[in-house]
């Protein structure tokens, strides 16, 4: 048995490793990924795969500051460099049978999402 400490840092390894065959082994089929902040949602394990390997296109750099795990749940706290801007980031994750069944995320500002992943979201 993973502990949610251990799979919310595999998550953030894979994804600042752009490995997304080992990121997808972390998620449930039947993943839930929200951001608030953008007002959207994906769902599914392969629309959430498509959504970072296609909908970020920067050299985007992340960092863990802070991972707090119970049995079923987590959070994290990350720094996102993107194009020289440093800004922080709040995850919480859901848990069941070793794997991640929801993501949502909270960014410093509320901003619109990108045209270019409109096409694997719902608008919240």
């Known amino acids: 048995m993973t502990s949610a400490r251990e799979l919310v840092s595999a998550y953030w390894a894979a994804a600042e490793a752009r490995d997304w065959e080992a990121f997808g082994r972390l998620l449930a089929d039947g993943v839930v990924y929200e951001a608030p902040m953008s007002r959207e949602r994906v769902s599914g394990k392969a629309a959430y795969l498509r959504f970072n390997a296609e909908g970020f ?68």
């Open 57 to 124: 296109t920067t050299d985007w750099h992340l960092t863990v500051q802070r991972i707090v795990a119970d049995e079923r749940t987590a959070a994290s706290w990350i720094e996102m460099n993107d194009a020289g801007e440093t800004y922080p980031g709040l995850s919480f994750f859901d848990l069941a049978d070793d794997l991640i069944v929801k993501i949502t995320d909270f960014w410093p500002e509320a901003y619109e999402p990108s045209a270019a992943r409109a096409h694997l979201t719902e608008r919240l």
